[in-house]
């Protein structure tokens, strides 16, 4: 049994979901928990096992671990099985142990550097921790021409969201959509590049289709009020649902996204009873992929 539940759930089978926050640099995006869990795909829900009839008697967690143990194992016997390291890793991320999944990801690399698909994993969960260059060098020999990932192509954008370049951004943006038509994640990044170059409507659009969306994670509430917001909608951002923040930090957040997008919006101020959430401190949220996003 424990051979079959390792095999249902690692390996390249196994299905993870989710939303990662991933915070801009201060040049490109003020703050960004959506440009995915690495995998919008990477908060949300949670994982998705691909199960045989014994596993799927046990409680979702209690078979994760069991699976997490078993690859464990199987990658401690041979490191270089790319396959055991790929279904380590995975089911550590799947787990909440994303630091342990880097380091397994950081050795199969290594031992394994032209497998695209540990490349994705491993380049997705840089971003993840922020760490833009690692990033951008894995993701870029990660993306296969030939065999296009709206997942890579979505979290490439989101590298080039971060160093800026928006209209680059946009560009892999609008192609992981083409893969994945509707996917959340990507409409609100796709969305946000729209907002960093001043077309605050179309980006309202996009926002509104993905937080229409049952996958969409809550993170894509608060940048469609920002943008509600940024367009001096406040009386309609307010009533977005799973807002929290108070007015004053609102309006920073308006002030900055006017500051870097250098957009004319109309002069009205928040009103001090009307509080409308967004992302907090830092206004900016990106998603480096979905829920179901393997």
């Avoid at 795909?41 to 209690?62: H, K, N, V, Y």
């Avoid at 409308?276 to 998603?287: I, L, R």
């Amino acid at each position: 049994m424990r051979n079959s539940l390792g095999k249902a759930l690692g390996g390249r089978a196994i299905r993870t979901a989710g939303t990662v926050a991933v915070l801009a640099a201060a040049t490109g995006l003020a703050g960004c928990s959506g440009f995915g869990s690495t995998d919008l795909g990477e908060a949300g829900g949670g994982p998705q096992l691909t199960q045989t009839a014994d596993a799927a008697q046990a409680p979702p967690q209690d078979e994760l671990a069991r699976a997490t143990e078993y690859w464990g194992k199987e990658h401690a016997k041979n490191p270089r099985d790319p396959n055991a390291a790929l279904a380590y890793a995975k089911n550590l991320k799947a787990m909440g142990r994303k630091r342990e999944a880097y380091a397994i990801l950081q050795q199969a690399h290594r031992l394994n550097p032209q497998d695209r698909e540990q490349l994705s994993e491993y380049g997705r969960l840089a971003l993840e921790f922020d760490q833009v260059s690692t990033a951008k060098a894995i993701l870029e020999r990660a993306d296969d021409p030939a065999k296009p990932d709206w997942r890579v192509l979505n979290a490439r954008g989101t590298v080039l969201a971060k160093e800026g370049k928006h209209k680059e951004a946009t560009d892999f943006f609008e192609r992981a959509l083409a893969l994945a038509p509707g996917q959340p994640s990507v409409l609100n990044n796709l969305a946000l590049a729209h907002a960093m170059a001043g077309e605050a409507q179309k980006a309202e659009g996009m926002l509104r289709q993905a937080a229409a969306s049952g996958d969409a994670d809550p993170r894509v509430n608060q940048n469609l009020a920002l943008v509600l917001s940024l367009q001096g909608k406040y009386g309609e951002a307010k009533r977005v649902p799973n807002q929290n923040l108070p007015a004053d930090a609102v309006q920073a957040n308006v002030d900055y996204m006017k500051s870097v997008v250098q957009v004319a919006a109309r002069p009205e101020t928040v009103p001090a009873s009307s509080p409308v959430a967004t992302a907090s401190a830092t206004p900016w949220t990106m998603t480096t992929s979905a829920a179901k996003a393997d």
